[in-house]
């Protein structure tokens, strides 16, 4: 095994800048909290917008979850749970699904909450707005409001996980009166996020924090306990350190800190660590290969990549123990996941030899071949999780030139096929057919559109055995689809699956109840309290 050491910038850069956060981070942590029942949470890096009818990566889903809501939540199997919907019925063919919603609900303005509301938002907006909403919603033939708060969604066909598709971040709720009629896009509205959520915005100072305020008129009945939530914007590693173990920082999630750091800190006597609340997530840390160009074109080049590196050394030098080897495109973590699946051990003569029987054979210099690697551009975490693949590939003969890009290039160039190999992580959402299916279907190869499928994998044979676990309703019938599936994908391997990560929170155990649902921190926080 290669041994990996994280660059000395790296290590050092967690130790930079104390002295200056020490005095500047207490002063603008809690002079914003206004009392002490507040929660101060790290964001990283700002969000965009704060209305997530425009976008819902990560940074907006933890402050819009707290703001916006969803019909469902979900348990940590991914059984549904009340939000806006009190209760449900889904009919024994699976094509009518009628939602009774909760009577006392209003949007932030005052304005009652209502069916209009929901079915404005499935049958219009989120069809305009929504990626994945337009594909879920594409299935129905109707979507009605039988009263002021019954609301029934009736299907053209089965679509197995539809009861999945309707947490905070695939299908938010969005005030009609506010938008019917206007262009979505450029609604003055979106300046000022108007939810039915627990909290709503009371202030943002860009670039320096985001402060909710507690909503008097919720639903929920004594809800919410905290009065403000404050996300401090903290781009600095350093600076998102200093602000845990000093305890001007109650929670921090997934990347916020870096991961050679996550159980140092954690074992603060004031802090606490759970990887719990990911599961809807379930990243699987993964290389995206352009099957497109020479030489990933080729499948035994695929393999051999596969082969040359070591799922657990990056499990424990990358991720430094928070995750697992990964398998294949399923996360263990999300439902219909097939164990049984063509295995990548570490393995340099299987990989050389699938190398030399393409004809690739080394040069004076011991290289076979060079290759580009796009670099993610979230963090250390990835900047050395390259590093780690240049290095382990050059075993084999394959130069690797990284290629360093920002969010915006990594994006663009990603969206339009503009790269040979990089590293990716997206969510799953709890069912193969909600977060696997987009990366590997024909019909999805579109140019422009990042997270659809940008390798250019095309199998007829995936195309149909992902529509009939789309089309079933039996779990059995799904599982047998989704299994074939990815035995296929394993052997094809248009990406190597690498790690399955398990995001850290760290938090102030003060606060009870912050991880109750698989969205985790995502959720609403309508629960969250502060112990005396």
């Known amino acids: 095994m290669t041994q990996f050491q994280p660059t000395r910038r790296a290590l050092l850069k967690a130790g930079t800048a104390v002295g200056v956060m020490a005095s500047f981070l207490p002063q603008m942590a809690w002079g914003q909290a206004g009392g002490r029942n507040a929660m101060n949470i790290i964001c990283n890096p700002e969000p965009a917008t704060l209305f997530i009818g425009l976008e819902q990566n990560a940074q907006v889903q933890l402050v819009c979850g707290k703001m916006y809501e969803g019909l469902l939540t979900y348990d940590f199997d991914f059984k549904p749970k009340p939000g806006l919907a009190k209760s449900w019925e889904i009919s024994d063919d699976g094509l009518v699904y009628t939602f009774h919603l909760v009577e006392n609900a209003k949007w932030h303005d005052g304005k009652p909450f209502t069916a209009e509301d929901v079915v404005f938002t499935c049958k219009d907006f989120l069809t305009e707005m929504h990626a994945r909403a337009r594909v879920n919603f594409g299935y129905c033939k109707s979507i009605e409001a039988l009263d002021a708060h019954t609301v029934r969604f009736t299907l053209r066909e089965p679509f197995g996980p539809f009861i999945m598709a309707f947490e905070f971040s695939s299908a938010p709720m969005i005030p009609a009166h506010l938008y019917k009629g206007t262009n979505f896009r450029t609604n003055p509205a979106n300046n000022t996020p108007i939810g039915t959520g627990p909290f709503k915005l009371a202030e943002w100072r860009r670039g320096s924090f985001i402060r909710l305020e507690k909503n008097p008129d919720y639903h929920g009945q004594g809800e919410p306990h905290l009065d403000e939530l404050i996300f401090h914007i903290l781009p600095d590693g350093a600076s998102r350190a200093v602000a845990l173990e000093q305890g001007t920082a109650d929670l921090s999630s997934s990347f916020d800190i870096e991961m050679f750091d996550v159980k140092r800190i954690a074992s603060l006597p004031h802090l606490a660590l759970e990887t719990k609340g990911y599961e809807l997530m379930a990243p699987v840390a993964r290389i995206e290969f352009n099957t497109r160009v020479a030489p990933f074109n080729d499948v035994r080049f695929r393999q051999a990549i596969c082969y040359a590196l070591d799922k657990q050394l990056f499990t424990d030098m990358i991720f430094f123990g928070l995750g697992k080897p990964a398998t294949g495109p399923v996360s263990y973590r999300t439902r219909f996941y097939e164990p049984d699946v063509k295995a990548y051990d570490y393995n340099l003569d299987k990989a050389k030899a699938l190398l030399d029987e393409m004809g690739l054979k080394p040069g004076a210099d011991g290289v076979r071949r060079t290759v ?161």
């Open 372 to 532: 580009k690697f796009m670099r993610l551009p979230w963090g250390e975490t990835w900047a050395r999780f390259a590093e780690l693949v240049q290095q382990q590939l050059a075993l084999i003969g394959i130069r690797v030139e990284i290629e360093p890009s920002d969010p915006a290039s990594w994006t663009q160039r990603y969206g339009n096929w503009d790269f040979e190999m990089t590293s990716n992580y997206p969510y799953q959402y709890g069912d193969p057919a909600l977060g696997v299916a987009r990366f590997f279907l024909s019909s999805n190869i579109k140019q422009g559109l990042a997270y659809s499928n940008c390798t250019g994998y095309s199998n007829p044979e995936v195309d149909e055995a992902f529509a009939a676990g789309a089309r079933s309703v039996a779990d059995k019938d799904r599982q047998a689809a989704y299994s074939k599936v990815q035995k296929i994908l394993v052997e094809e391997v248009p990406m190597a699956w690498l790690v399955e990560v398990d995001f850290p929170t760290i938090y102030n155990p003060k606060f009870k109840n912050i991880t109750s649902t698989a969205i985790g921190v995502n959720e609403t926080f309508r629960s969250v309290r502060k112990a005396a």
